[in-house]
């Protein structure tokens, strides 16, 4: 988890804001995930959310949905989300983090799960539905294998249980910015922001980022204003869907793609923006 | 309503297994059902009002019939019938609708979600809505909408939206993933009536409560028939597992009673089944640990049942820690067993069970072997067989 927390205290240091990208393990297709993640690494992503499918994911919005179903469709299993965890982190400094619901961890056995992603390089867990009334054994297990544990608050969260959460995370603090699924519409803006106002005054220990409903850099620069730094998941998913489903590109043309749609998450669209000036 | 045994504790636990496995948006809506509940549960007039509904509205107390002939088909012990089949609605799932209605009228809820899988629960909440003129959305496989089409008209009747879900085994499963989210979406001002004894805490323990007056109701009936509060033995269908926990749960601490749940061996324990207890394994589902059908990998597998309520790939908490601690026996009835189960009490008694009661039915003849004709076994009759007509149809 070091170097998870090398790299955002270097953003917070440098006031640049850190930019987490999820990507489902085995989508599109068991042989894609692996340069898709190097792409989003070389488009400007701070750190990797690597998800593991799981056939009930019930806070996932229908684009991640749809991953995960596809990737569990090709076969893909935990070791080769581990192979592929092991094949990015051997080549990239880059912090990658697992992301996923707690039965496929439990089933794998949870000593053995974070020991195996430890030894994989992952230097975290983001877990959707383990809140901190059930984290013992998970936290307990991370904590042994030094993996960071990420926790996630949300909007309804109240003020005190924000604090007990920043206290109990080992990594970063999680602020879903809706009430609702992954790839949400983020709703009145307003109310987002001043819940994250409150929660930054609330995460005083813990990098706070901003996540769900987040698709372009305008929603990025917005949402991290009070915040760390930002993560995009559904968005991405969609980005590739599109891609790959369209089939009339090469295969290099849509990693390329790829990184330039990161790249546009964290920076705008340079181009687009130069053509205006 | 005092607790007859100390489980689960403070933090929904029962032994493993239960708890609260929730994305954290759900926090604060799971918090502020346990303190409305745990005030409700306390506050007499809660009570009563609920009283006044399951015997106003509902049509409680339901009768405890002695099956004489049935009895004679099988030659062994008495058999008596638990008549929910006879509740408004057609089957126990009201119960636990009108107590929770009643919960979410004090709390100031307006919108009412609901997951079902045969329809029945999915009916008795919209029901309840109708009654109290709440806004009813009800999520429904696309599967379950085909085979259990009767329900769905019923519920559109009494003003429900019913949604279907065409997501994963586009059965009860997918359903309960689909209003979880819903709920998620719309914490703030919905109460997602849940149609069994899972999900996370307060869930089980609240739906187990609001259905406890089956087993409470046959004790006092039994000592008016037999002289006695206890039979020895009682069975009762288990998917999710609400009508078997509120027949047992009046028997837990009586240990010499016999309790069997039957769950549904679909084609067989090898083939597609949804014997969860008996083919299962530990796992987390819908916000609970619990015993669960799935793969070597934690991926949840497909149930499979002629019955669309037992069609569900888990099982409510306690009965994984009833089942561990022995306390419980669970067996299993194939599809076929179920069928043979409809055409026995409706041939005997003029009763046609729904195919989920038919579980419990089909399993007697095997089960109760070894029974003496001066013991007693009461079977918790869940609900009618109106709604199954069709699936039944191409088995006579």
């Known amino acids: ?277 | 309503m005092e607790k007859t045994h100390p489980l689960p504790d403070e933090r929904g636990h029962f032994g493993l297994y239960g708890g609260v496995f929730v994305p954290e948006t759900l926090i604060p809506a799971i918090e502020e059902l346990r303190k409305a509940y745990a005030a409700a549960r306390k506050n007499p007039a809660f009570r009563q009002e609920l009283d006044t509904m399951l015997t106003a509205y509902a049509g409680r107390p339901t009768p405890l019939t002695f099956c004489e002939r049935l009895t004679a088909a099988l030659g062994g012990p008495k058999i008596y019938l638990k008549r929910e089949d006879l509740c408004h609605t057609g089957a126990h799932k009201i119960n636990n609708t009108i107590g929770q209605i009643l919960l979410a009228r004090r709390m100031g809820k307006t919108r009412i979600i609901a997951e079902t899988g045969a329809g029945q629960h999915g009916v008795a909440t919209a029901t309840v809505c109708a009654r109290f003129g709440l806004q009813c959305i009800v999520y429904m496989g696309e599967e379950d909408i085909e085979r259990q089409h009767l329900n769905v008209l019923r519920m559109q009747l009494l003003g429900a939206d019913v949604r279907s879900v065409s997501s994963g085994s586009r059965t009860l499963k997918d359903a309960t993933n689909e209003a979880i989210r819903d709920w998620v979406t719309n914490v703030r001002d919905t109460f997602y009536i849940i149609g069994s004894v899972v999900g996370p805490h307060p869930y089980p323990m609240m739906v187990r409560d609001f259905h406890r007056v089956i087993g409470d109701e046959t004790r006092w009936q039994l000592q008016g028939v037999e002289g006695r509060p206890a039979p020895d033995a009682a069975v009762a269908c288990v998917g999710g597992g609400s009508n078997a926990i509120g027949l047992f749960y009046a028997f837990l601490r009586d240990p010499h009673v016999q309790l069997y749940g039957v769950e549904a061996a679909g084609e067989g324990l090898n083939g597609r089944h949804a014997a969860t207890l008996t083919k299962g394994s530990p796992g987390i589902l819908h916000g609970t640990m619990s015993y669960l059908l799935q793969d070597e990998e934690g991926q949840v597998q497909l149930a499979h049942s002629i019955s669309a309520g037992l069609d569900y790939p888990g099982v409510g908490p306690e009965h994984a820690w009833l089942r561990d601690t022995g306390r419980v026996h669970y067996a299993s009835a194939t599809d076929a067993q179920a069928i043979e189960g409809v055409k026995l009490l409706s041939k005997t008694e003029g009763v046609i069970p729904a195919l989920e009661t038919a579980h419990a039915i089909g399993w007697l003849p095997n089960g109760i072997r070894g029974m003496a004709r001066n013991e007693v076994v009461v079977v918790n009759c869940s609900g009618r067989g109106d709604k199954d007509m069709g699936t039944i149809a191409k088995h006579l």
């Open chain 1, 1 to 277: 988890m070091q170097r998870l927390q090398e790299r955002l205290a270097g953003c917070i240091q440098r006031r640049e804001k850190a930019m987490g990208l999820f990507m489902t393990s085995g989508f599109p297709g068991p042989e894609s995930t692996l340069p898709i993640l190097r792409e989003m690494d070389r488009g400007g992503a701070d750190f990797i959310e690597l998800g593991m499918p799981f056939s009930d994911p019930l806070a996932e919005g229908l684009p991640i949905q749809r991953s995960s179903e596809r990737a569990l469709q090709a076969g893909v299993r935990m070791k080769d989300t581990f192979n592929t965890a092991d094949a990015f982190c051997a080549k990239s400094n880059t912090p990658l983090l697992l992301m996923g619901y707690a039965n496929p961890i439990n089933r794998y056995g949870i000593s053995a799960f974070c020991r195996d992603a430890r030894n994989a390089g992952v230097e975290g867990l983001i877990l959707a539905d383990v809140p901190l009334e059930e984290h013992l054994p998970f936290a307990s297990e991370a904590a042994a294998s030094s993996l960071g544990l990420v926790r996630l608050i949300a909007p309804n969260t109240p003020d005190e249980r924000i604090r007990e959460i920043d206290k109990a995370t080992t990594a970063f603090v999680y602020a879903v910015s809706i009430t609702g699924l992954t790839g949400s519409g983020l709703g009145a803006i307003e109310q987002v922001e001043a819940y994250l106002r409150r929660a930054r005054d609330m995460v005083r220990t813990h990098p706070l980022l901003a996540g769900f409903g987040i698709g372009t850099h305008k929603d990025a620069v917005r949402l991290s204003h009070h915040t760390d730094g930002f993560i995009v998941g559904s968005a991405l998913i969609e980005k590739v869907e599109t891609l790959w489903n369209d089939g009339s590109k090469p295969t290099k043309t849509l990693y390329e793609e790829i990184r330039r749609f990161a790249r546009a998450l964290k920076e705008g669209d340079k181009t687009v923006e130069q053509e205006k000036a």
